[in-house]
């Protein structure tokens, strides 16, 4: 299953609270990805946050695996946890 998230810095967190925990949070996303939980993430241009695709057996498995990040254990980020499937609509334009 593929797993939207949308994520991003909660209010009045201090820049010097974060920094500390840039590399930590760094390694984990990086073993998320080499896991291949975490397909691609990118960062949002209109506010201090990303989004991100997972790959997971089922939504607790990703919301676990979104849990494990360092900031998001802190509390620093809010993560929204959207689930995906495949776009069946157009099934609908080839009805017979």
Not at 53 to 59: C, G, I, V
Not at 85 to 95: D, H, I, T
């Amino acid at each position: 299953m593929q797993v939207l998230v949308v994520a991003g810095l909660m209010e009045g967190i201090p820049e010097e609270r974060l920094v500390p925990m840039g590399r930590e949070e760094a390694l984990r996303t990086w073993e998320l990805y080499a896991a291949g939980r975490l397909r691609w993430v990118m960062s949002r241009t209109d506010t201090r946050g990303v989004v991100a695709l997972f790959e997971a057996a089922d939504l607790e498995e990703a919301r676990k695996a979104v849990e494990s990040l360092p900031l998001v254990k802190a509390g620093f980020i809010k993560a929204e946890i959207i689930p995906l499937a495949p776009y069946v609509g157009f099934e609908r334009l080839f009805a017979k």
